[in-house]
């Protein structure tokens, strides 16, 4: 039951999410584009995409619910993991969005990019490793990722940073709590390297739905 562990890719909407379910497919996920909060609650392991901006990915989850949906996922301990904008919506909001509110699972802000640099980052870039997690486990080193973003969380002081990459200094690329993965970054575009993180998210689906079942 657990070979291919079902992942559950919250579907709300928001641009093609066809890709980060295509790269789940390739290394091993029976992954699924879904709405359905049964379907959500089954799952051995459940993402969050997200493209575009800030406000309009947290006015789509909470049209379709898949707020909560989120929120629940995080709070049951199941692999959780969230990209790019589904990244950012894991935070308490946005310099882009005065007076829309994240999910809050972290509790910080997100900021624009500082400084003279282009916005958005839109190229590869190498991750720099600033403690060791599942997540990295097995990459390439360097380690390069695909970025499409203008705006990035805060690093804070706590242990959550995984890694940052250097676009005009430190911009926080991935962090991680407990259950719950984010990256700023499109691993389901990052060729050998991308798909490798998301092998590492479903072994650790696989392994919450063998411990679960």
Request: aromatic share 8%; with cysteine; net charge negative.
């Given at each position: 039951?657990?070979?291919r562990p079902?992942?559950?890719?919250?579907?709300?909407?928001?641009?093609?999410?066809?890709?980060?379910?295509?790269?789940?497919?390739?290394?091993?996920?029976?992954?699924?584009?879904?709405a359905?909060?049964?379907?959500?609650?089954?799952a051995?392991?459940?993402?969050?995409?997200?493209?575009?901006?800030?406000?309009?990915?947290?006015?789509?989850?909470?049209?379709?619910?898949?707020?909560?949906?989120?929120?629940?996922?995080?709070?049951?301990?199941?692999?959780?993991?969230?990209?790019?904008?589904?990244?950012?919506?894991?935070?308490?909001?946005?310099?882009?969005?005065?007076?829309?509110?994240?999910?809050?699972?972290?509790?910080?802000?997100?900021?624009?990019?500082?400084?003279?640099?282009?916005?958005?980052?839109?190229?590869?870039?190498?991750?720099?490793?600033?403690?060791?997690?599942?997540?990295?486990?097995?990459?390439?080193?360097?380690?390069?990722?695909?970025?499409v973003?203008?705006l990035?969380?805060?690093?804070?002081?706590?242990?959550?940073?995984?890694?940052?990459?250097d676009?005009?200094g430190?911009?926080?690329?991935?962090?991680?709590?407990?259950?719950?993965?984010?990256?700023?970054?499109?691993?389901e575009?990052s060729?050998?390297?991308?798909?490798r993180?998301?092998?590492n998210?479903?072994?650790?689906?696989?392994?919450?739905?063998?411990?679960?079942?």
């Amino acid at each position: 039951m657990t070979d291919r562990p079902l992942v559950a890719i919250l579907d709300y909407g928001i641009g093609n999410l066809h890709s980060a379910q295509k790269g789940f497919e390739h290394v091993g996920a029976d992954a699924r584009l879904t709405a359905d909060r049964g379907l959500i609650a089954d799952a051995a392991g459940v993402v969050l995409p997200g493209v575009g901006a800030f406000a309009p990915c947290m006015a789509a989850l909470g049209r379709t619910g898949l707020d909560q949906a989120a929120v629940e996922a995080v709070r049951s301990g199941r692999p959780f993991m969230g990209i790019c904008v589904g990244m950012q919506v894991l935070f308490a909001g946005s310099e882009e969005a005065p007076g829309a509110s994240g999910l809050g699972v972290f509790e910080r802000m997100v900021r624009w990019i500082p400084g003279p640099v282009k916005r958005p980052q839109m190229q590869w870039n190498v991750l720099h490793r600033h403690r060791d997690h599942p997540m990295l486990e097995g990459l390439d080193d360097p380690a390069w990722v695909y970025f499409v973003h203008s705006l990035a969380p805060e690093a804070g002081e706590g242990d959550d940073l995984v890694a940052t990459c250097d676009y005009g200094g430190p911009v926080v690329a991935a962090v991680a709590r407990h259950n719950v993965w984010a990256a700023q970054f499109h691993p389901e575009k990052s060729s050998r390297v991308g798909l490798r993180i998301l092998a590492n998210f479903v072994d650790a689906a696989r392994a919450a739905g063998a411990a679960a079942g």
